[in-house]
């Protein structure tokens, strides 16, 4: 069964700390996978995107790594703002349809604190 | 942001009413998808659409309906309301072609059954 795992379920950090989110996998065959920022009743926004070849992938204060071979992948967070404050999720899609099936995780509760 | 709307954002209605979640984006997107989402859950599909008079369903079980009339357009309509359906609905679309498209998501609509 494809699944996707994230932990911690929950963060609490104060403003200005970096942090790092786990996102561990077993969906195949693999296509890419993307970490989502989704603010508390709004839909999610994506933040980055990588394919199998790509290790690392950066958007602004924000750096994802997969590593395929374990299929582990995180995403670390620089110099937070309180408007990091948001649910982190991590999002994988099989290679195995044109529909671009994509399986979620839970998701990581990151709460900012001044 | 993307161009991607849903209303009404929250809906409580009661038992038994028939309800219609409305989704328009203006991107042109071939593919439309519904996402159900509880409270610290991972998203679920349960409504995809490949175009125009295309539905389909999803991963998850849902008494809903849906229809694609138009390509901006992809109505989720619950002929009998129940507690059950209280869950928050995101409306997505993505170009067609490949599973590296991104999906772009509504705002979302937070419905309440009581």
């Known amino acids: 069964k494809n699944q996707v795992e994230q932990s911690p379920q929950s963060l609490i950090i104060l403003e200005g700390k970096n942090c790092t989110l786990q996102c561990n996998y077993t969906v195949s065959p693999f296509s890419n996978l993307r970490w989502y920022k989704q603010d508390t009743g709004r839909g999610p926004v994506s933040l980055t995107i990588?394919?199998?070849?790509?290790n690392t992938k950066s958007n602004g204060r924000y750096t994802a790594t997969l590593d395929a071979d374990t299929k582990q992948s995180s995403l670390h967070i620089t110099a937070s703002q309180l408007s990091d404050s948001a649910s982190y999720i991590c999002v994988v899609s099989d290679r195995g349809s044109t529909l671009g099936r994509l399986y979620f995780g839970r998701g990581t509760q990151l709460t900012v604190w001044p | 942001e993307a161009d991607i709307y849903q209303t009404p954002r929250y809906l409580v209605i009661g038992t038994g009413k028939k309800i219609t979640l409305e989704c328009s984006q203006t991107?042109?997107?071939?593919?439309m998808y519904w996402y159900q989402q509880d409270p610290g859950m991972e998203l679920h599909l349960i409504h995809y659409?490949?175009?125009?008079?295309?539905?389909e369903k999803g991963d998850l079980s849902s008494e809903s309906t849906v229809s694609r009339i138009r390509t901006e357009h992809f109505p989720l309509t619950l002929e009998s309301a129940r507690p059950s359906h209280t869950s928050q609905y995101l409306c997505a679309s993505s170009e067609g072609g490949t599973q590296y498209n991104e999906q772009f998501f509504g705002p979302g609509t937070r419905l309440t059954v009581l």
């Open positions: 991107m042109g997107h071939d593919k």
């Open positions: 659409s490949y175009g125009v008079n295309s539905t």
């Open positions: 990588m394919t199998f070849s790509e």
